[in-house]
């Protein structure tokens, strides 16, 4: 039984029980009076819900007495079994739009328990409103359930008294009347109501045959009668064929001649007491059993006949006085007749608005405003229940070119058949919305198994046979999962849209989820590439110092320069939180030639104060790879003189040697023709050839850190260094070791070999002015963390 049924039930049990619209009583005052003063709240009310409003039976501390049914939260509180309680109503996405909380009386707490009345129908709450949020205890619980108790014992008291005084006298006939308005309600099929309606007044009356039915009109406002029941005669083959022709489609009566049609004309009842000498008789179907005395009733809404009954052969006849006894019952009829149009016009009219508003009227799935609501309530329910929601983005492929080379129509048919399959693989519960063009979404709960993506996909990509086409299609689809993607419906939609495009370039009809990881580095990245221009015109930008020993001959060689970022907000940055994002655009060039500008700039300081110190810098591999790099080097050179050039080292990765060798090394002799030295940085990493190696004009090797930091503890590291140290002093080239962080790990170097080495056991990376007086300061005695360093937020 579908909800819209038992509705209908629930209004014709409050139309029975006669509450509405009454007068305030002081058993249901007291009560109210009762709750508002234990809560101490704002409002107290006993609340009844009709068909469109919510109306106050009793009310405490509000001035209106009825509101619109659309925004009752009680209209919520009987759509359960137990008690509504809304602790905040601002941050509940069922309310806190309505306008009742954004206006007065400014609903914050709401708590209301159902209301029954005496066959078991939920007509209202007992309800207490705050404007302040407040929190509900089990005991605050029982207090109102147990209020709400008291209100369904009075209801009970009032009915069972009515029924005692005038109930019992048209009690049958009241019986009749309930049956067939519960009927009539909770029923998809209002023939149900009338069959009802007519089995009782057979009863009543003792009449052996009758029906009812509903007068129409034709355009021309001749009116005719198309019959709701009538009394199954299916004893012979041909009044069984009568009988299931109504039950089909229903039976019309249009001929006005006779005893059937003539209240139809004249608008008065009709009585015959003998049917064989009555010239009004005849047009029974073949088959039927004899007539001998018959009543016809019209049925009225005010001044217009909507309706007929027809009663046959009651033992003594029919007269005037029973039709009148018949009244209460007519008028039931009448009403039922009436609302039965009414409600059928309401329920085109809504549905057609509603169709219109909220779903796609090619495939009838929800439209993208109805998906959003569908879609907030789910992410409201994935919270409450701690669950998940994958959201499915799904774009056909190749549906543009059916459409070109086929036609609209057969486009339409395609999504046609793509919808009733994307319905026909999710449960019940799981939403699938159109978005537009060949764009599907698909809402699933709590999936638990990728393959549900995939079967999804499977089902599109099956044939399609439309007219004489067969058709072939398939469908991309991007995912992303509430809550580990945490974001609001709409970012949902548009990063499942994402997705969707990365599955595209995958090569079609398969599924990608959406990578969080990648999605917040691009937004960093987009970020970078907006500030760094400002940074870099601004004077953001700045070298920091590490100083390079060389051990064996325990002095101070030089420096490595390393970049960091002042950011304005962020404090000093690292290399790590910006140089990736700018790589392959135009400012890894920007930056690589400020980074050589500052260096050769720093060795003319360093000539003019007779400082003997080398200054490494590191090249951006897209920056050392582009077309323009020997140009800014030169330019960045200017005149300075060859010692100055001598000392400046550019850090190459051994990574960037392996990309394109040709173009590597004709950059390397370009360095090395313009007098500066070269440096293989992070040397390990890569997997370059002895026979790469020995052509790479570099001077220097820098063993990658990650070697050395543990060498002591990691045999194979250690291996690996002790191997570097080899093969530098077979090549003859200067071997740096980067990462020394303590004597130890220094020692075992110097054991090997090496000859150069900088890391933290001598100075993090400090500005210039720090790194000159470390390098002041330094002897070989004092050579461990001689300055307290200036430590940036991510040093390199």
């Known amino acids: 039984m579908t909800t819209t049924n038992i509705e209908k039930r629930r209004l014709a049990a409050l139309e029975r029980l006669g509450i509405l619209d009454t007068p305030p009583e002081e058993r249901f005052e007291r009560l109210t009076r009762i709750a508002k003063q234990h ?50 109503a601002t941050a509940d996405p069922r309310f806190n739009t309505n306008p009742l909380v954004t206006g007065k009386p400014f609903i914050r707490f709401y708590a209301g328990m159902p209301v029954r009345e005496p066959s078991g129908f939920k007509i209202g709450t007992l309800c207490i409103i705050d404007d302040k949020p407040r929190q509900f205890t089990g ?44 009927v009539f309600l909770t029923s998809d099929n209002e023939r149900e109501a009338f069959e009802q309606m007519l089995s009782d007044l057979l009863a009543l009356t003792g009449s052996q045959f009758g029906f009812i039915g509903e007068v129409l009109r034709r355009d021309d406002q001749t009116p005719y009668l198309k019959i709701g029941a009538i009394t199954n005669i299916a004893w012979s083959p041909e009044t069984q064929a009568l009988y299931q022709e109504v039950e089909r489609r229903g039976l019309i009566f249009d001929r ?13 009842v009709i009585i015959s007491s003998d049917l064989a000498a009555d010239p009004r008789s005849g047009g029974l179907p073949d088959g039927h059993p004899p007539i001998t005395s018959y009543i016809g009733i019209p049925v009225f809404s005010g001044d217009e006949e909507i309706g007929l009954i027809g009663l046959a052969n009651r033992i003594g006849g029919f007269t005037p006085r029973l039709a009148e006894e018949l009244e209460p019952l007519l008028q039931t009829v009448g009403n039922l007749i009436e609302r039965k149009q009414l ?109 549900v993506y ?45 997705a969707m495009y990365a599955a595209k370039e995958s090569g079609k009809n398969s599924y990608t989820l959406f990578d969080l990881d990648s999605h917040f580095s691009r937004k960093q990245r987009v970020k970078v590439i907006e500030q760094i221009g400002d940074a870099l015109s601004s004077g953001q930008l700045e070298l920091h110092y590490q100083p390079k020993i060389h051990l064996t001959q325990r002095r101070l060689e030089g420096f490595e320069a390393l970049i960091r970022w002042n950011h304005p907000d962020k404090g000093l940055l690292g290399p790590v939180h910006f140089l990736d994002h700018i790589e392959y655009t135009e400012y890894a060039r ?30 951006s591999p897209s920056h050392f790879l582009g077309p323009d790099f ?62 790469l190696f020995r052509r790479l004009p570099a001077q220097e090797i820098k063993i990658d850190k990650s070697f050395v930091m543990d060498m002591l503890d990691n045999n194979d590291n250690s291996m690996i260094v002790s191997a570097i140290v080899s093969l530098s002093q077979s090549f003859q080239r200067r071997l740096v070791a980067e990462g020394i962080e303590s004597a130890a790990v220094e020692a075992k170097l110097i054991e090997l070999g090496c000859q150069l080495g900088q890391g933290f056991f001598y100075s993090r990376p400090v500005p210039l002015e720090n790194a000159l007086e470390w390098a002041e300061n330094f002897t070989w005695n004092n050579r461990s963390n001689s300055l307290e360093p200036f430590t940036p937020i991510t040093p390199s």
């Open 630 to 691: 020997r140009d800014d080097l030169a330019s960045a050179l200017g005149d300075a003189p060859r010692d100055i050039r001598s000392r400046l080292i550019l850090e190459v990765l051994e990574t960037t040697a392996l990309d394109d060798t040709d173009k590597v090394l004709d950059n390397l002799r370009a360095c090395r023709e313009l007098g500066v030295d070269i440096s293989l940085d992070d040397f390990g990493t890569g997997y370059s050839s002895l026979d």
């Open 139 to 182: 005991i605050d619980l029982d207090i109102l359930r147990s209020l709400s108790s008291i209100i369904e014992d009075e209801l009970e008291h009032s009915f069972l008294a009515a029924d005692d005084q005038e109930y019992v006298r048209v009690s049958h006939l009241s019986r009749a009347i309930h049956r067939a308005q519960n």
């Open 343 to 451: 409600y059928q016009e309401k329920r085109d009219h809504q549905k057609s608005l509603e169709q219109a508003a909220n779903y796609d009227v090619l495939t009838g799935l929800p439209n993208r405003r109805r998906l959003t609501e569908l879609f907030e309530q789910e992410l409201h329910e994935a919270n409450s229940r701690n669950g998940l929601v994958s959201v499915c983005f799904i774009d056909l492929d190749g549906f543009k070119d059916i459409n070109d080379e086929l036609g609209h129509a057969v486009g339409d048919a395609v999504l046609r058949s793509v919808a009733e399959r994307l319905l026909s693989n999710v449960r019940l519960h799981d939403v699938v919305a159109r978005l537009g063009g060949d764009e599907f979404v698909a809402i699933l709960r709590d999936v638990d198994d990728e393959r």
């Open 454 to 498: 995939a079967r999804l996909l499977e089902s599109i990509g099956k044939p399609i046979s439309y007219k004489h086409h067969i058709l072939q299609i398939s469908g991309s689809m991007g995912v992303t999962v509430y809550p580990h993607d945490d974001a609001d419906a709409d970012l949902l939609i548009r990063h499942a849209d994402q």
């Open 256 to 268: 006005l001649d006779n005893l059937m049609g003539q209240p139809m004309v004249t608008g008065d």
């Open 590 to 619: 920007s930056v690589g030639n400020f980074v050589i500008r500052e260096a050769i700039e720093r060795l003319r300081e360093f000539a003019e104060k007779r400082l003997p110190y080398t200054l490494s810098v590191n090249l």
């Open 39 to 88: 809560y101490r709240v704002k409002t107290a009310l006993f609340s009844v819900l009709d068909e469109d409003r919510q109306w106050f039976k009793s009310r405490q501390g509000l001035d209106v007495s009825e509101t619109p049914r659309s925004i009752a939260f009680c209209d919520y509180a009987i759509q359960q079994d137990k008690a509504l309680v809304v602790e905040d």
